[in-house]
């Protein structure tokens, strides 16, 4: 898999899961942002809906856990069938353990990073992990400008991942949109979380292959 386009379900209708992932057809993956007022200002969603999106579409499960204590909550989202999940490092005290117990139920371990938190302090813990995400905004919200502050970040994340030679995702979530996705492709991410800029749209499977053809894939 080479670039991979996620629409975040943030700015879908939640009233309308279902049709909405059917509308984004050409998409590699569903993006699911699970929010608890904790870890971020903001609450979505959590298990028992995971679980029926689970069972209402066949494409992979991106989950992005921007809760506290997520040692304790983000195993279980492994075990709802979802392909990858990701905890935020700021709030995990063993991310070690945590990743480990995320493989171990069949899922890719995914660690991300808050826009000031930097990416070295964790290189040791790269080997460990299937996805790396950059917040490319403050987590929280859709439709925030993207900070370019955080693309040196991103090109340091690129150069730690090669050097592991392992198959893991560099994502970028945040003001991703066909004005910004070409500087973060070129910056080294791979994996493209888009909210507000598909689910936006007019069309947004047509903004799903835009978005593709502005990343180079
Ligand atoms: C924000 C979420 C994002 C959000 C992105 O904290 O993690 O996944 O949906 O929304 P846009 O693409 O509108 O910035
Ligand atoms: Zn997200």
């Known amino acids: 898999m080479g670039i991979k386009i996620m629409p975040s379900l943030l700015s879908a209708d939640f009233a309308n899961l279902e049709s909405e992932m059917t509308a984004v ?6 993006h699911v942002d699970v929010m608890d007022y904790r870890f971020v200002p903001n609450l979505t969603l ?15 499960l991106d989950i992005h856990l921007m809760i506290a204590e997520p040692d304790r909550w983000a195993p279980a989202y492994a075990e709802a069938g979802a392909e990858s999940v990701t905890f935020h490092i700021e709030a995990s ?26 990416i070295e302090p964790y290189a040791d813990l790269i080997g460990e992990l299937d996805l790396i995400l950059i917040m490319t905004v403050e987590p929280g919200f859709g439709g925030q400008k993207f ?16 050097a592991t030679g392992a198959d893991i995702w560099l994502e970028v979530d945040g003001g991703i949109a066909a004005d910004t ?3 973060c492709a070129e910056a080294g991410a791979d994996t ?9 749209a007019d069309d947004p499977d047509a903004m799903v292959r835009a978005l593709r053809a502005e990343a180079g894939g």
């Open 93 to 118: 005290d063993a991310p070690v353990k945590l990743a480990r117990e995320l493989r171990a139920q069949g899922a890719r371990a995914g660690m991300a990073l808050r826009p000031a938190t930097p």
């Open 25 to 30: 057809s050409s998409a590699d993956g569903i």
């Open 46 to 60: 959590g298990l028992p809906v995971v679980e029926s999106v689970r069972k209402a579409t066949d494409k992979l």
């Open 181 to 183: 996705i070409a500087r």
């Open 192 to 200: 493209f979380v888009a909210g507000s800029a598909v689910f936006g």
């Open 147 to 162: 900070l370019d502050l955080t693309l040196p970040k991103l090109r340091r994340a690129r150069e730690l991942v090669d």
